[in-house]
Structure formats: C-alpha cells, structure tokens
C-alpha cells in the first residue's frame, strides 16, 4: 500500500491539491454528517481528509471521524494534531507538526514529546511540518498563544518558512485562521513559494472559487478548506471550489 507521503507527494507534483478539513468534535460534526462529507468532497475532487481542530478532540472523537470518512470516501484521512492527548490508529497518517510561530513550547515540540512514544508504539506514519499562522489567526493563534505573522509582513513569512526547511520540515502550512474573514495573500503565498523546495500548504479562510483559485495560481502545492465544506450543502458549490483549488 501506497504510504501517505508518497500519496500526497506524488499528486502534488503533478499540480494543486485540495484537502477538506474535518472537526471531529461530535458537537459539530456527527458520524453521520462525516460520511455525507466524505462522499460528497471525494465526487467533488477533493484529494484527501485532515481531521483536527483546537478544542475538543479526543483519542475517540478523532478515531471515530477518521474511520467515518475512509470507509465512506476510500480517501487518506490525515491527523492535523493540537492536542498530545489524542492519538489514533484509524488515520493514514499525521502531520508531525511544530507550531513555528507559537510562544507555548507545548505547541513547538513539548507536546511532541508526550505523544510521540504513542505514535511509535501505534506505527503511525509522520510528515514533519512546519506550521506558520499568519494574521488574524483565529483560535488556533489564541490557543497556541501564537505570535502571529502580519497579514502583510512577507519577510517574516519567508523567515519562518526558510527556517523551517532548514529544520528538515518536509512541508510548510501558512495558516490565516478557520473562518478567517481574510486567507493569505497571493503575494505572501508567492514570496514564500519562491523562498523554499518543500510543498507549500494554504489554509485559512478559502470559500469562493477566486480564493482558492488566487492561492493556486500564486503557489500552493495543497489548499486546505474546513468551514466552507461544512457550512455548504450545495454540491456544485463545493465541486466549484475544489476544482478551482486543483486547476481543472
Ligand atoms: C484551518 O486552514 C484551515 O486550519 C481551514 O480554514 O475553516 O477557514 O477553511 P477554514
């Protein structure tokens, strides 16, 4: 079987992908409303799941999302950790992921720490990233205690991003916040693109074709979207923007 690196690596050389973001918080998101996602996101085009959220995850919680959407889709569902209590075989995967920008050492490698025997002892397979969260960062920024990039500062963008390959990150993730009233901009997205080799994620904000198609056309290898699947019912909507994210 193919591993998750190499899925998701090998899609994104051949152009954009498009992950759909997944809370698996069950006061938001109920079993069944998972699989209706999933079936829906993968007819849309949709590459993969990532199952994460700032509060309420759990060990079960996250289990139980991620076994939801692979049965249902036949897609990876990928760990997006923020909690080192909660750990689960039912995924593909995880991103091993330091908060770059976080003050909280629990969010750069403290929580790493604790969970990472867990990981090891569950065999479950890590691509290290750098998390990067750009203003206004939303509750993952509160959360984390993040100091968070300015919208506008491209410099520090391309600092983080730099050192963050110099660390061996296998992929960098530049985060405006779920729900953030504005993603990142084209132009940050495109000095950082240029500034390193490994892929370039994009999330945070992205809920119309031109966003996603801004993001895509400027360098993102992956773009992530979470409030949109979930507030949207309309599936051509929801095949507008993946398609739009993917170039096709
Ligand atoms: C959050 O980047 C993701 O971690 C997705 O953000 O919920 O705004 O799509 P949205």
Redesign the pocket.
């Known amino acids: 079987m193919t591993g998750l690196k190499e899925y998701l690596f090998e899609r994104m050389k051949k152009g954009t992908i498009h992950l759909t973001?997944l809370d698996p918080d069950p006061e938001k998101l109920s079993e069944e409303k998972a699989k209706e996602i999933a079936v829906k996101m993968k007819e849309a085009g949709s590459d993969a799941f990532m199952i994460g959220g700032s509060t309420g995850v759990t060990s079960e919680n996250l289990g139980a999302a991620a076994k939801a959407v692979r049965t249902a889709s036949g897609l990876p569902a990928i760990y997006f950790p923020s909690n080192p209590r909660a750990v689960t075989s039912e995924v593909d995967g995880m991103f091993f992921m330091s908060i770059l920008n976080s003050t909280d050492p629990l969010y750069i490698s403290h929580g790493h720490a604790m969970v990472a025997p867990y990981v090891a002892k569950l065999g479950i397979e890590t691509i290290p990233m750098a998390y990067i969260i750009i203003e206004p960062g939303m509750t993952?920024a509160r959360v984390t205690k993040a100091k968070c990039v300015g919208h506008d500062d491209i410099d520090a963008a391309v600092g983080y991003a730099l050192a963050a390959e110099m660390l061996g990150m296998q992929l960098v993730y530049l985060?405006a916040?779920?729900?953030?009233d504005r993603p990142v901009s084209p132009e940050m997205i495109s000095a950082v693109k240029k500034a390193i080799h490994v892929p370039l994620i994009i999330?945070?904000?992205?809920?119309t074709p031109e966003a996603a198609e801004r993001a895509r056309k400027a360098g993102a290898d992956a773009i992530?979207?979470?409030?949109?699947v979930e507030q949207c019912s309309d599936e051509n909507v929801l095949r507008s923007v993946v398609h739009a994210a993917k170039g096709i």
């Open positions: 973001l993952v985060e916040g779920s729900g953030a999330g945070g904000g992205i809920r992530v979207t979470g409030t949109f």
